[in-house]
């Protein structure tokens, strides 16, 4: 089913996330909110699914079948699959890309290699973009969160996706201090699998670990316990075995990949200019993307870096609304892989 009408001017903005995918398309809203995942026959190489129901299989997937997850830390580290993902979800909300191609607005990571920007643009072309405009998570996190980025005012954000947590000070239409590292959802759900693997020798995997990082992950531990039961298989005896975890311990799982969220959002307040750090003191951090939904984590950050952490109003959208209204300002963002250094507005 194509959710699109046919027409000159169909624009859409994809928030294109190692985790999952979001695909909005202008006057129609979120259309698309699936895992970045596609799953393929090995022998022909046919795309068997994409999305939630490829995501079903990981884990559970026969020989003749691959399940891919095409994105790392951001990037696009499967071309072939990614482009697949893309064609398939443009023409899933646009219809038939033989009559008319999209605008395409695509969200990436704040620090990007010309290279890795390239594969974006090249991709989505391929996928059957007509245009295709590039725009950097934490700018698009901001303009989804409401935030007027045209000011002479300091403003942080900090977007903790699947892949990478970015940062970065806006002023005037630009990006003043940037930084970005491989600690993000996905690095709290192999922590918490090593964690529970070393300590009970119980094997799970990354689904079970996602589940528990949402009903018993934190920050840190506050005094107020909460359990859930984890189910896996140990890996000594090779016997099925539950166990009951707290959120105690799985602060301590996660206690180095939320450090080093917050080591990095310090260094970029260090090179952040005066001026701008009083507007941030007094203002806040922000903290967007689904991985900032950590129990605790706005607290912690507060305590450590001694300045206001505020959650966006919707974390895990704010980016794919900031890249929808950027949409509306189309004419003042360059097109092509250059445009992820020039596009804020």
Known sequence: MAYGFLGLNQHIAIDLGTATTKVFLRGKGILIDEPTVAAFSRETGEVIAIGEKASKMLGRNPGGIEVVKPLADGVISEF???????????????????????????????????VEARAVVDASISAGAREVYLISEPVASAIGSGIDISKPHGIMVVDIGGGTTDIAVITLNGISATNSVNAAGNRFDSDIIKYIQRRFKLIIGAPTAERIKMEAGCAFFNGKRKTTVVKGRNYITGIPQAIEIGNDMLAAALSEAVSMIVDATKSVLERTPPELIN????DGILLSGGGSMLDGLDEYMSLRLNTPVIRALSPKDAVILGAAKALDNIDKFTPGARGYIDNVF
């Open 279 to 282: 507007d941030i003191k007094t």
């Open 80 to 114: 072939d699959v990614t482009e697949k993902l893309l064609r398939y979800y443009i023409k899933t909300v646009c219809g038939d890309l033989r009559i008319f191609k999209p605008v395409v607005m695509v969200s990436v990571p704040a620090h990007m290699t010309d």
